[in-house]
């Protein structure tokens, strides 16, 4: 697995001007290791260099023991996602006043997919701890395509 080096994050983004652009976002998957069930959540932040000169991407990639009773509504997976999300924006809140920042999340409002249970739940706790309003599918690439791209640059 892979981890975040939040000082060199916070480092980079400092440096970067004021027009730079940050998308937090993370991901998630369901895979079962000896029998129990795990998700291997991948949180991204993409900093997109004066709104216009590309990207550098920065990534983690975690496994957890995933306690959801139900594949085809996972909740308590889709949370645990918005809440490393919401713990990430909030070690980085200092590098990020003044910038334009954006947090997505990996839910599809629409009812049917799975990931809608918890849209709005996920979109109050963002709001109510990172006072921003979140993106969710198919606005919200950072966590859908960049944490799937990291992913698989990332997982042996």
């Not at 983004?13 to 976002?25: F, H, L, P």
């Not at 991204?44 to 216009?52: E, F, R």
């Amino acid at each position: 697995m892979r981890k975040f080096n939040i000082d060199e994050i916070r480092n980079f983004i400092a440096e970067q001007s004021s027009d730079t652009k940050i998308y937090i976002g993370c991901d998630s998957e369901r895979t079962r290791v000896n029998g129990v069930w795990h998700a291997v959540y991948t949180a991204v932040i993409v900093v997109h260099i004066d709104g216009n000169h590309g990207c550098k991407l920065f990534g983690e990639v975690t496994r957890e023991r995933d306690y959801d009773q139900r594949a085809n509504r996972p909740s308590t997976r889709l949370m645990t996602e918005v809440y490393k999300v919401s713990a990430l924006y909030l070690k980085l809140a200092d590098v990020l006043e003044g910038r334009d920042v954006q947090v997505h999340l990996d839910i599809n409002p629409n009812e049917m997919h799975g990931s809608s249970c918890v849209v709005t739940q996920a979109i109050g706790y963002i709001r109510g701890v990172c006072n921003v309003e979140p993106f969710v599918k198919p606005q919200a690439f950072a966590a859908s395509y960049a944490a799937d791209r990291f992913r698989s640059l990332h997982i042996a």
